[in-house]
T-cell receptor, first 118, second 112 residues
Framework: GAVVSQHPSWVICKSGTSVKIECRSL??????MFWYRQFPKQSLMLMAT?????????EQGVEKDKFLINHASLTLSTLTVTSAHPEDSSFYIC??????????????FGPGTRLTVL | GENVEQHPSTLSVQEGDSAVIKCTYS??????FPWYKQELGKRPQLIID?????GEKKDQRIAVTLNKTAKHFSLHITETQPEDSAVYFC???????????FGDGTTLTVKP
């Protein structure tokens, strides 16, 4: 159990186009999901917290108009990279919180999406 | 905000030896400290975690210690095996359902 999927696993697009990445919790409901960006051989940088039914909370320095996040259901969050440029090329990973009855939770990661902007 | 520092950045050990990775954090309100293992091209996976009300936790060959006063925690892997080779990340957060700040990662190589 507790599987998180991402689609697509990789995408190549032209500069100026928009790309949508989906993150799904397959066997549990997640009111909270996170979006990270990971550069080669570097750590996970939190971009935003995605909350079901409300606006995402962005980390400092992350452009909310460039990285649009929508969490319309308890099993799906989407990240849209608008007007993508080569510097947006990266590995994007989502995670979903599986909450426990006690109110805590465990973070499960998706497999990531490799975005290459030409 | 929270700042997590992780050392060393790379670690090479001989199979069967122990490996220790250390992290420090800055936010005294942090209460949850997970460790993740990320193999090349794969997703991070939780291997062990510790909460602030516990000083040590062990799971077979893996153990984590926490010194809340000094704001540091460590991952200990004993009897290392080649399949332990991966990048390990520590993280800190205020709750186990909240956002985490990650360390920069440690690339562990276990030589057979």
């Amino acid at each position: 159990g507790a599987v998180v999927s991402q689609h697509p696993s990789w995408v190549i697009c032209k500069s100026g186009t928009s790309v949508k990445i989906e993150c799904r919790s397959l066997d549990f409901q997640a009111t909270t999901m996170f979006w990270y960006r990971q550069f080669p051989k570097q750590s996970l940088m939190l971009m935003a917290t995605s909350n079901e039914g409300s606006k995402a909370t962005y980390e400092q320095g992350v452009e909310k108009d460039k990285f649009l996040i929508n969490h319309a259901s308890l099993t799906l969050s989407t990240l849209t990279v608008t007007s993508a440029h080569p510097e947006d090329s990266s590995f994007y990973i989502c995670s979903a919180i599986l909450r426990t009855a006690a109110g805590g939770g465990t973070q499960y990661f998706g497999p990531g999406t490799r975005l290459t902007v030409l | 905000g929270e700042n997590v520092e992780q050392h060393p950045s790379t670690l090479s050990v001989q199979e069967g030896d122990s490996a220790v990775i250390k992290c420090t954090y800055s936010d005294s309100a942090s209460n949850y400290f997970p460790w993740y293992k990320q193999e090349l091209g794969k997703r991070p996976q939780l291997i062990i975690d510790i909460r602030s009300n516990v000083g040590e936790k062990k799971d077979q060959r893996i153990a984590v210690t926490l010194n809340k006063t000094a704001k540091h925690f460590s991952l200990h892997i004993t009897e290392t095996q080649p399949e332990d080779s991966a990048v390990y990340f520590c993280a800190a957060s205020r709750t186990n359902a909240g956002k985490s700040t990650f360390g920069d990662g440690t690339t562990l190589t276990v030589k057979p």
